[in-house]
């Protein structure tokens, strides 16, 4: 859906880019602009940047003349706050760091503000003797709307560096007047695990489009049954921003976020959640390139072309895998929202990412996933601006496997190689990305309202397939406009709410088992990527 942030009307709107809406609200809600601040006393720095969501000043320095935050007209009153005693931290969410060996992001909520947090880690839940202060990131909300008030979150974040790999931590959070190792709490503590440190067989899982319903936590708790190592969670998180459309009517809850947090919660404490930005993730609000709540509410890492400005783009090695996250808000013709806003440095960083991933000879397979459709024929279809941009670096580079979301619906293609089917990839087939192209699935089937297919086309799926010589479709052009396509690549195609499961195993005969699982659990489509056969 289009991206207008409540509170713009949908006339203005329709020609506005992210920085200029970010403008337009801070202008139109000035009476309740706040300055960005901390309210621990201990565990914030780089607070300051963060707080108000400004992507121009850095952690730990003031607001210069010329900064966003310059402008605000008065200090924020003192939080609320409550006896420690009383507050539960919830929402832990993990994230990998740059290394998933070494490096792990614990981050979690209060809701009201608390003194002193921070984290707990140890090899035994019994033994976190390690204590680690965490930095403090809270977020402030206007009523962007007549219907709904003010909000006040507070995100809290510990970074774990010098880990072992392939050990199993205990950890726990906390505040005074909160002691996750007291008697009384010992429930509350979780456990991660890092990366090998030499490649074996694991599995990890992915969806897009999630939000915040009956089916969503369905899929979570199928997920759990996978026991991934990884989740990759490929745009539009929570739909905060529920319609997107800039009309008067719109709502922005920035409590639906609580909700999404606390929802996913029974995963991510355990299986680091990795997220990039869908068109509903940019909150004009927050920062000028919409994107200070995501980087308020989330630790990724920090090795893209620009952490602060960009958070969702990076990369990291799990085993004989290199997983790639990238923003298509950059590069989509049909939400120009956020276009060029990197002025290309994104997609340098990715040519130079992906030929750094293809020589080294400890990773078989290169992972890529990012919101918009490079190929799709569901409502949204197909978005020419990530076929324009990286098309010809998936290409040259041998990617072995796309993921998107955008289109609530499961659909994957057969081999694609220079726009057209490479080799057909039925339902169980194998396919050599070195040979007949990328295969590009579309998972957006985590838990929003589903769309559907083009009408006239059937559901096809493992034991109900339904083949189609072609698909009359369409993809978005630079003038935002959709141009008619007939495609031949659709292969599978499933309007139910899913989830893709994917074993690498390393070794000798290296191989993806990529697999989609329906909200029931059963198996929808599987299929084999390797290499150099």
């Known amino acids: 859906m289009d991206t207008p942030n409540v509170g713009i009307p949908e006339r203005l709107a329709a020609g506005m880019s992210m920085p200029e809406q970010h403008e337009y609200l801070r202008g139109k809600f000035s009476r309740r602009r706040v300055l960005a601040s901390s309210f621990a006393t201990a565990g914030t720095v780089g607070g300051i940047g963060l707080l108000a969501g400004s992507s121009s000043t850095a952690p730990g320095q003031s607001a210069s003349a010329s900064s966003p935050l310059a402008a605000a007209p008065s200090a924020p009153s003192a939080p609320v706050r409550v006896d420690g005693r009383m507050v539960a931290p919830f929402a832990r969410h993990l994230a990998f ?23 707990r880690v140890g090899l035994e839940p019994w033994e976190l003797s390690r204590k680690i202060e965490a930095e403090v990131r809270d977020l402030h909300t206007p009523s962007l709307s007549k219907k709904l008030p003010e909000v006040e979150q507070y995100y809290l974040h510990a970074a774990l ?67 991934p ?97 990238l923003d ?16 290309g440095k994104q997609t340098a960083w990715l040519d130079k990412r992906l030929g750094e991933l293809r020589a080294d000879d ?86 929003k309202d589903l769309y559907s297919f083009p009408a006239g086309v059937k559901d096809s799926f493992e034991g109900n397939v339904d083949d189609r010589d072609s698909i009359v479709s369409f993809h978005w052009t630079k003038a935002r406009r959709p141009d008619p396509e007939t495609v031949e690549w659709s292969r599978v195609r499933y309007t139910g709410f899913s989830f893709l499961a994917v074993e690498a195993t390393a070794g000798a005969h290296p191989k993806l088992t990529v697999s989609a699982l329906a909200e029931s659990g059963e198996r929808v489509d599987h299929f084999e990527v390797v290499r150099g056969t």
């Open 161 to 227: 560096d010098g880990l072992r790999p392939g050990t199993t931590y205990y950890y726990g959070v906390g505040h005074d007047g909160f002691d996750p190792v007291s008697p009384e709490r010992m429930a509350t503590i979780g456990s991660f695990r890092t990366a090998p440190a030499t490649p074996e067989k694991f599995v990890f899982t992915a969806f897009g489009d999630q939000g915040v319903s009956y089916d969503a936590l369905a899929n979570d708790q199928l997920i759990l049954g996978q026991n």
């Open 229 to 325: 190592s990884f989740h990759l969670h490929a745009g539009d998180i929570c739909y905060a921003d529920s319609t997107g459309h800039g009309k008067e009517s719109d709502t922005y809850d920035a409590r639906v976020w609580d909700t999404f947090l606390a929802q996913t919660e029974s995963v991510a404490k355990s299986v680091p959640w990795m997220v990039t930005t869908g068109n509903h993730d940019m909150e004009a609000w927050y920062s000028p390139n919409g994107y200070g709540g995501q980087s308020a509410r989330w630790s990724l890492p920090e090795n893209g072309f620009d952490p602060k400005n960009a958070p969702g783009v990076y990369s990291f090695t799990y085993g004989n895998v290199g997983v790639v996250a």
């Open 328 to 343: 298509a808000n950059d590069v989509s013709y049909e939400i120009p929202a956020n276009k060029g806003y990197t002025d």
């Open 97 to 119: 760091g740059a290394d998933p060996k070494t490096q792990m992001r614990v981050s979690w909520q209060v809701p009201f503000a608390v003194k002193s947090p921070y984290l």
């Open 362 to 447: 400890a990773i078989d397979f290169v992972v890529v996933f990012f919101h918009h459709c490079m190929y799709s024929t569901a409502t949204h279809a197909s978005d020419g601006g990530v076929r324009d941009a990286w098309l010809e670096l998936f290409t040259k580079h041998q990617v072995d496997l796309v993921i998107n979301g955008h289109n609530h619906v499961y659909e994957r293609t057969d081999a694609v190689r220079n726009g057209e089917v490479g080799k057909p990839v039925p339902v169980g087939a194998s396919t050599d990305p070195t040979r007949d192209g990328i295969v590009y699935v579309t998972a957006g089937g985590a838990g």
